[in-house]
């Protein structure tokens, strides 16, 4: 590796926005990653962009440069209640309009259970060919359609779907790795292999993730109540679902690097994203909507004839 490149980028985070699964607060992020020199960070809370205006001004002030995103969820036509995931960073201000528009139909149009999820047809450029304009795409590692496929030991269905994720995302789709410890995760180890030899296949890039729930190793028992309160659900039941682990912490820098030293592209590429997101955010500036006036006037006539016309 390049060693004067930053060795690592965190692109995939839960804040406190993401409601139901995380205690990360916005501030301690971006703290955290400006004490590991890390030069961007991305916020990707699940299904929404409730923080972004929060963490854009906060990483912004703090020398980071913010990556926004969201981790969203892919209906699954089959079995509604069997959704796949999939990680959307906005390259630009097309992006991430296009990241508003995708999150506001879902919640308008596809809700269920509780979840805003997005169409798969939504995203395909055959259909639209703007519709992954300035979006940058990230597998899911074993939560994506692609991920389950493989460990389903389904290897010409993962490769069909990693080939139509790169149609639709050209030159923008990446193979997503991850090595969570812990907790029944024996098979992240063969999904890893998997996933590099199908990337290799198709001549996809790997990229280098860990699913951010919480700060600290300690911080563990804390998430887990707040995930137990989200669900209604009691912390002392055996029988509760358990879907996190304790490992699913902000790792430095140099636990990253140590995780995949034997796949240094994965790490290169965490980086090489984080380069390829360059947002001028409009989000530090009021958004009002251009608002026609019935005659023409300029806003503030018309304010002043309707506020008059209502005393």
Not at 99 to 116: D, I, K, P, Q, V
Not at 284 to 291: A, E, S, V
């Amino acid at each position: 590796m390049n060693t004067s490149a930053p060795p690592f980028v965190h692109l995939r985070l839960h804040s406190e926005y993401s409601i139901t699964d995380s205690i990360v607060r916005i501030d301690a992020a971006v703290s955290r990653a400006r004490a590991e020199r890390m030069p961007a960070l991305a916020i990707t809370d699940l299904g929404n962009l409730f923080g972004a205006v929060k963490f854009f001004k906060e990483a912004g002030g703090g020398g980071i440069q913010p990556i926004i995103g969201c981790d969203v969820w892919i209906e699954n036509d089959k079995n509604r209640d069997q959704p796949s995931r999939l990680l959307l960073l906005c390259r630009d201000q097309a992006g991430y309009l296009n990241l508003c528009r995708l999150l506001s139909r879902a919640f308008r149009e596809n809700t269920w259970r509780g979840r805003a999820e997005l169409n798969r047809q939504w995203l395909s450029r055959a259909a639209n060919p703007m519709a992954t304009d300035g979006l940058i795409a990230l597998s899911g590692a074993a939560l994506g359609d692609i991920g389950q496929a493989l460990l389903q030991a389904d290897a010409a269905r993962a490769r069909s779907l990693a080939a139509g994720w790169a149609v639709d995302f050209p030159d923008t789709f990446y193979i997503e790795l991850q090595r969570i410890q812990g907790d029944g995760r024996d098979t992240a180890e063969a999904l890893v292999n998997g996933s590099v030899q199908l990337a290799s296949a198709l001549d996809l890039p790997v990229v280098a993730t860990h699913p951010v729930q919480f700060m600290d190793k300690d911080d563990f028992k804390a998430h887990e109540a707040r995930v137990c309160i989200a669900r209604g659900e009691v912390l002392g039941d055996k029988c509760r679902s358990r879907d996190f682990t304790a490992d699913q912490y902000f790792k430095s820098s140099a636990e990253m690097c140590a995780l995949f030293a034997d796949i240094p592209e994965a790490l290169q590429n965490a980086v090489e994203i984080s380069r390829r997101c360059h947002f001028d955010s409009i989000l530090n500036k009021p958004q009002l909507p251009n608002f026609p006036t019935p005659n023409g006037e300029s806003i503030e006539s018309y304010f002043r004839i309707a506020a008059t016309a209502g005393l």
